[in-house]
């Protein structure tokens, strides 16, 4: 609310002033590592500089591009295990929070699928699969079902009695029940799943590159660090953080928008949008 | 005569519940066999393939060979879960530890927060290959990467719980004149620890996690190295036993931190409190 009083200039500015000691202390911090690697207190091969870094990043990415293929491999890889992955949780958990027989028979096989470490099945995951992409979205898909499916489900199944009771006294039908109470009240925390089933898709589409691949992130930093680049892997390892990045906030952004009511700001733009329509209707 | 007619209700009432319960665990007891039966006899009409689908009755037998036969599991059993608890500890307790100091100080907790981000953003477990390079083959990579995979969930949640205080709590105890430690010691720290012990719990399932990642990179000894040798050698009936085995691992630690959160967080549970009041009762008994 603070926010949408403020203008903007000033909220800019105060962005800008705060943002100044982090970017100072991380350069303080990135000078200090560089100074000793540089004066020799530092000597070993495996902690490269941080102008080595720079310098691997500027290979991997602009002079020779090697980069992007895998990037967008392992990318794909990931999506498109997650968007599988999670069509499937939430599949099951809405099947579920609707039928409580469907819901008995379907729990102890998605425990036993929790428990046992999903990882376990890579090189299973691999020969059954190949090679190829395949197996390394069939993992995404496997690790990240479980997460989504109890947060969806967690949400489906725990309405608040008082509003239930309420849409029960006005008639409402069962479908009405569930598009306009039972889902509003699980996004929440369907997207709270959604988040961790994203990073557990990278998560499973990494470590089976590791496992076994020709393209992909995961190659690539395993091929550097055996060959003991340590500049090019670590280089790698912060493209891998990009792209964790890029999807959390994807996921965050998705959320800001869908489940606008929990966040203040989003529900004051939400609820003038609403008073514009009905402004108009009532001016017609 | 009344009292004796309600026992006898309740009686039945049980009885009906115990039934119902023993009818629905035959129910799912049936479709387990029914499934399991069905995989077996399409395997031996040949619809799936032996090779890459192991049988039932393969996959039993090979638990008997790996077991009791060869017994050569126990091994690799015992290798890996020793890192998973060195790795465990170390970790968690470095989360913990960071986590409440980060928690309590405002001024570390502005300046961390976006390598915080980050790190979260980061696979962490990606960072294997790295640390395998840096530490070398063997022991000390592998509990260094179960570290690092372990370490995050007990901190991000001990700082969570440490920052969660509840204000007229902490009012109160400021009005009485409680010191900072005693503030830590009888507020901060009970409210926090059960988030602290969920913490820990998904720990726990990384650092196994990060021990199989460690080892099917090293493919040296640990049960992570040992399905891999079974899949590469198509002996996938053996790869299940182990797959199986760390299922039943799994439900064993979660069963594991279960008990143990609720001995530590007994408030939580009706159990555990009643537990603790009668022992403290026991306790005051003979002084008054």
């Known amino acids: 609310m603070t926010d949408a009083r403020m203008p903007t200039g000033t909220l800019i500015l105060d962005r800008v002033l705060r943002f100044i000691p982090h970017a100072i202390l991380l350069l303080l911090l990135i000078g200090l590592w560089e100074l000793a690697a540089r004066i020799g207190w530092i000597t070993s091969i495996m902690i490269p500089r941080p102008s080595a870094i720079g310098a691997a990043i500027f290979k991997l990415y602009i002079t020779e591009g090697t980069i992007y293929r895998h990037f967008f491999i392992t990318l794909t890889e990931a999506v498109v295990g997650f968007l599988i992955g999670a069509s499937v949780a939430v599949g099951l958990a809405v099947a579920s929070s609707m039928s409580e027989v469907f819901k008995r028979y379907v729990i102890p096989y998605a425990v036993v699928l929790n428990v046992t470490p999903g990882i376990a099945l890579t090189p299973v995951i691999i020969a059954w699969f190949g090679y190829g992409m395949g197996s390394k979205i069939a993992l995404a898909a496997i690790l990240c079902f479980f997460p989504i499916f109890v947060n969806t489900l967690t949400g489906l199944v725990q309405v608040d009695e008082d509003r239930e009771e309420l849409f029960a006294s006005l008639g409402a039908s069962p479908r009405q029940v569930f598009a306009k109470l039972r889902v509003p009240a699980a996004l929440p925390l369907l997207f709270a799943g959604l988040k961790i089933g994203l990073t557990t898709a990278l998560i499973g589409a990494v470590v089976a590159e590791f496992a076994q691949a020709t393209d992909g992130v995961g190659v690539l930093m395993s091929r550097f660090s055996f060959q003991l680049n340590m500049a090019a892997s670590i280089a790698t390892l912060l493209s891998m953080t990009v792209i964790g990045l890029l999807l959390f906030y994807t996921m965050e952004f998705l959320d800001d928008r869908i489940v606008f009511w929990r966040r203040e700001s989003r529900r004051a733009a939400a609820s003038r949008a609403a008073a514009r329509t009905w402004l108009g209707q009532l001016g017609k | 005569m009344v009292a004796v007619q309600h026992v006898g209700d309740d009686r039945t009432a049980g009885n009906a519940a115990r039934n119902l319960r023993n009818r629905r665990i035959l129910a799912h007891a049936a479709i387990f066999v029914i499934l399991i039966a069905t995989w077996e006899i399409a395997s031996r009409l040949g619809w799936l393939d032996p090779l890459f689908y192991p049988r039932p009755s393969n996959i039993m037998r090979s638990f008997w060979l790996i077991y009791v036969q060869n017994g050569n599991v126990w091994y690799h059993l015992g290798v890996t879960m020793s890192l998973v608890f060195m790795g465990f500890i170390g970790g968690s307790v470095l989360g913990i530890v960071l986590g409440s100091l980060v928690g309590l100080n405002a001024t570390l907790r502005r300046f961390l927060k976006p390598y915080v981000i980050v790190l979260e953003a980061t696979p962490r477990i990606a960072v294997a290959p790295l640390l395998i390079a840096a530490l070398g083959f063997g022991v000390t990579s592998k509990i260094a990467i179960i570290v690092l995979v372990c370490f995050f969930a007990p901190f991000i949640n001990t700082l ?95 069963r594991g931190m279960e008990i143990i959160d609720q001995y530590i967080a007994f408030w939580k549970h009706e159990g555990g409190r009643d537990r603790v009041s009668a022992k403290r009762r026991a306790a005051m008994g003979p002084q008054t």
């Open chain 2, 160 to 254: 969570s719980g440490v920052m969660n205080v509840n204000a007229e709590k902490l009012e109160l105890f400021k009005a009485m004149g409680a010191s900072k430690w005693q503030i830590l010691r009888k507020l901060v720290l009970p409210d926090a620890i059960p988030v602290i012990m969920a913490g820990e719990r998904l720990a726990l399932t990384a650092a196994l996690s990060g021990a199989l990642v460690a080892e099917f990179i090293q493919r040296d000894q640990g049960i992570g190295s040992l399905i891999l040798v079974y899949t590469r050698n198509l002996n996938m009936a053996s790869a299940f036993a182990c797959i199986f085995t760390l299922t039943i691992l799994g439900f064993l630690i979660f």
